[in-house]
């Protein structure tokens, strides 16, 4: 992949555990949304490589304008064994042979996060797992887009023993600021 500028880190996460497949009315629903919203022939699901996502296609438009009403989807993903919901829409491509682009949004009670690594290792797992990439290609995510902060992770991830791992997650990042601690003597 390009190099931005910064500091550049790859970042590669435990197997992808597979939940429980979700009722696509009922997922809508909480996301504020009509069925006709979601991706077609996208199953919403819980996928985890440390911390539970419901992994979430929808179509761009309804990407773009996505407004999670909070109290609802905190109570529904609490009973269904997820933290938060990382709703993510496939983006046209530019041209034949580029790797896939995806744009993703994680809202959560208190904003909006413009990249999250950890949702998107299990993104790419979801996409391998239910055809949308292929094993071990490389897919990139923008993220932060809405909040004029883009980010953009490359992730992999390959099919295996029924599964999928080999999951990586990369990206630059710009330090902005720096510290130290001092502990007594």
Known sequence: PEI???VFATMWQKDAEFGDLHDRD???RVLGLQPSDLLDDAQPQT???GNPFCIVALKLEALKRLAIPQREASAWLAEKRARWFYCIAPEPSAASGEAPV???RMQF??????????AAGCAIAW???HGFAHSGSEV???QGLELKRPSRIIVRAVRQDGGVGGIS???STIPVATGAFFLPV
Request: aromatic share 6%; hydrophobic share 30%; net charge negative.
């Open 47 to 49: 996928v985890s490589t």
């Open 26 to 28: 009922d997922v809508a």
């Open 127 to 129: 996409l391998v797992q």
């Open 140 to 142: 990139t995510l923008r």
């Open 109 to 118: 009670y208190s904003g909006e996060d413009p990249a999250t690594g950890s």
């Open 169 to 171: 997650v990369s990206g």
């Open 102 to 104: 995806w744009r993703a």
């Open 4 to 6: 931005e500028s910064g």
